[in-house]
């Protein structure tokens, strides 16, 4: 399993794509700007949350036109991808803003659309011996990890403090 650095905007583009169509989705660009890094390293138990990124995605809609696909039904998919797939954006550090838009009427048929998303994603490392990443005296490199969720209270091991 790879993990890759700004998924989420790769997932929403993706998403995006296919409810546009394919010749509307050949006008639309998407971009990362705005990068900044979270130093707020987490053990998540099979590896490490090193930093999170937090970075304002930027998708462009160049010529939409908006009398064949209501820009309305853009904005409420996008609306809905995020609240299906990226649920904690509100438990987040310094919890993220909503979505910005901006459309601007180029002629009687097309719009330019802009959406700006600030995303924030974990930037995951294993203790890997060849990996590039240098850090608390280890080698690390970027990449997912598996997560143990408790299915069942009696799964979870609780240490006394008395012990």
Excluded at 49 to 74: G, S
Aim: net charge negative; with cysteine.
């Amino acid at each position: 399993m790879s993990y890759r650095v700004g998924y989420k905007m790769q997932a929403l583009r993706t998403f995006i794509e296919q409810c546009v169509g394919k010749q509307i989705a050949q006008k639309l660009d998407a971009e990362m700007g705005n990068i900044e890094l979270i130093l707020s390293p987490r053990n998540m138990g099979r590896g490490m949350d090193i930093a999170y990124q937090r970075y304002t995605a930027e998708f462009l809609i160049d010529r939409l036109p908006f009398k064949k696909y209501d820009p309305a039904v853009l904005f409420a998919n996008v609306a809905a991808w995020l609240m299906d797939n990226d649920q904690d954006r509100e438990e987040q550090l310094g919890e993220l803003k909503d979505p910005e838009v901006e459309v601007v009427v180029e002629d009687e048929q097309n719009a330019e659309v802009l959406i700006q998303i600030v995303f924030e994603e974990p930037i995951k490392v294993v203790e890997d011996e060849s990996g590039n990443i240098y850090w608390r005296g280890k080698q690390w490199k970027i990449e997912e990890y598996e997560i143990w969720v408790a299915e069942n209270l009696r799964d979870v091991v609780i240490k006394n403090a008395e012990d």
